[in-house]
């Protein structure tokens, strides 16, 4: 099964422009975010609610608890909310005139209803067509994730733990590697 894409840092700017435009330009560009940087699987993307991500007084949390249910492997996971993903998450949550109840879905679609996971997956999919970006699939920000973390030296254990894996032979499938990085690996001898 062919893997989704990871997007070069040209094409990532490239999906951050795409998705920053239109009516629902903030939750587009807040969703791909949480994918980003966040990690996070679509299905547990479409099921967050405003109470995962903002306190009682409207601020953003620094750590988003998922609940099991919510999550491919039916456990809880935590979600480390970092100084880029707390930006774009206030820049959404600032873009409400007023804050939704908190237990409104934190994305909603055209209608006004919650995402599936299969209509955000959907979505996803258009964002990499408009910005012209082969391959690209609502798992192309959790492989970025991971392989980013990989490339920067985190722990194997950390990541895995990070992304919900059981195995660390699933987080391993995640991590892409370029030819750059390959001559970049063998610079450092």
């Not at 040209?10 to 966040?38: C, D, H, I, P, W």
């Not at 999919?125 to 910005?131: E, I, S, T």
Request: glycine share 6%; hydrophobic share 40%; net charge positive.
């Amino acid at each position: 099964m062919k893997q989704a894409k990871v997007p070069s840092e040209a094409e990532f700017k490239r999906l951050v422009a795409a998705t920053g435009m239109g009516k629902y330009a903030a939750r587009n560009r807040v969703a791909v975010m949480l994918s980003y940087y966040g990690g996070m699987r679509v299905g547990e993307i479409a099921a967050l609610t405003w109470a995962d991500v903002v306190d009682r007084e409207g601020r953003v949390r620094d750590l988003i608890q998922l609940r099991a249910e919510t999550t491919k492997t039916d456990e809880s996971r935590a979600i480390y909310v970092s100084d880029r993903l707390r930006k774009e998450l206030d820049r959404y949550v600032n873009s409400h005139a007023e804050q939704p109840a908190v237990d409104q879905p934190f994305l909603l679609t055209q209608q006004r209803t919650c995402f599936s996971a299969n209509t955000l997956c959907q979505l996803f999919g258009r964002f990499y067509r408009d910005a012209g970006i082969d391959g690209g699939s609502s798992h192309s920000g959790r492989r970025w994730f991971i392989t980013r973390l990989a490339h920067s030296g985190v722990s194997p254990k950390v990541i895995m733990t990070l992304a919900g894996h059981k195995n660390l032979t699933t987080t391993q499938r995640y991590i892409d590697c370029t030819p750059e990085m390959m001559k970049a690996a063998v610079e450092v001898l």
